[in-house]
């Protein structure tokens, strides 16, 4: 199988070379849902809090591997713009509209680079008296951090590249792809 994704619908051409396939990303999302199932066998619903969009795949997927009863929430934020690099300050654009006191619930990322949106998120979120807050995230990239941030179930650890693909984007381009490819 090529390592290079052929993608021939953007205006702009760029070159992707597959980090992670889409069979290995199947096995470990199985493994967090298993994982999540175990930490927390008590009743009620967990609430799965994804942060858009990028966290759309992996929460759909991470869902249905968690047996316990899940909601389904999202919030908004924006940190990025449209660049490759952060500007620092987290603005919320959606709110949750249901109350999490007394729930157990899992913040849904899709990556932690600086760690500014999700030390930002758990405070706000701490803050609204839930039963316990997780965080789930599908990537971390651990040499970009800049605040320290605790992340219960990590997907994968990855270098310092820029990736898209699997509800990653770069510019809002390349989130359909079903693997997780380093943009050159
Ligand atoms: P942080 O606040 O710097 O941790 O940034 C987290 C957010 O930045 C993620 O939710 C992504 O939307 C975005 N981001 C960081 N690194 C990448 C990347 O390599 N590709 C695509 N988006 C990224
Ligand atoms: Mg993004």
Known sequence: MSNSVPLTTLRDPASLRILISAERIRQRVAELGEQI?????????????GILKGSFIFMADLARAIRRSARIEFMGVSSYGR?????GEVRVLKDLDVSIAGADVIIIEDIVDSGITLTYLQSLLEARQPRSLRIATLLDKPERRLRPVKVDYVGFQIPD???VGYGLDYA???RNLKE???LE
Do not use: A, N, Q, R
């Open 172 to 174: 809002e381009d390349y």
């Open 37 to 49: 199932d175990e930490d927390l066998p008590g009743d009620g619903p967990i609430y799965l809090i």
């Open 180 to 182: 997780v490819c380093i």
């Open 161 to 163: 590249e820029f990736v």
């Open 83 to 87: 660049g490759k690099s952060s500007s």
